[in-house]
């Protein structure tokens, strides 16, 4: 009888809660200027990085380089990321430009 009161007490105290690890995965980037060519869609975000403060541009044109549109903006140091709309926009090749004060930074082409 005393087997079998010692035998239940260690199985009551021995079972505890499963501890479970929640992992969030890590937030996944587009980074749109390592490639040349990069195909978007509607809405879609894509992020840069940036090694100065400074007023920074992001010009859409078409490949003859007359411009589409200009976004004037002071970027965070690191990595930054914008949302992009493209149904009013021609359908082809355009081109996305990232511009400080001084030199163009970056170019890539998209495509829709």
Same mark, same amino acid.
């Given at each position: 009888?005393?087997?079998? #009161? ?14 479970l ?17 990069s195909?978007?869609?509607d809405?879609q ?6 090694t100065?403060? @400074? @007023?920074?541009t992001l010009?859409?044109s ?12 002071l970027?965070?140091?690191g990595?930054?990321?914008?949302r ?8 082809g090749?355009?081109? #996305?430009?990232l ?8 170019t890539?082409?998209?495509? @829709?």
């Open positions: 009888m005393r087997k079998n #009161l010692i035998f239940i007490l260690l199985i009551l105290f021995s079972c505890q809660k499963d501890e690890q929640i992992i969030e995965p890590y937030p996944q980037y587009e980074m749109i200027f390592e490639e040349s060519k195909k978007i869609s809405g975000e894509f992020s840069f990085e940036v100065l403060s @400074e @007023e920074h010009i859409l078409y490949q003859n380089n007359s411009i589409i549109t200009k976004e004037r903006f970027p965070e140091i990595l930054n990321t914008r992009i709309y493209i149904n009013a926009l021609p359908r090749e355009l081109n #996305l430009t511009k400080n004060s001084v030199e163009e930074k970056r890539t082409v998209i495509i @829709e």
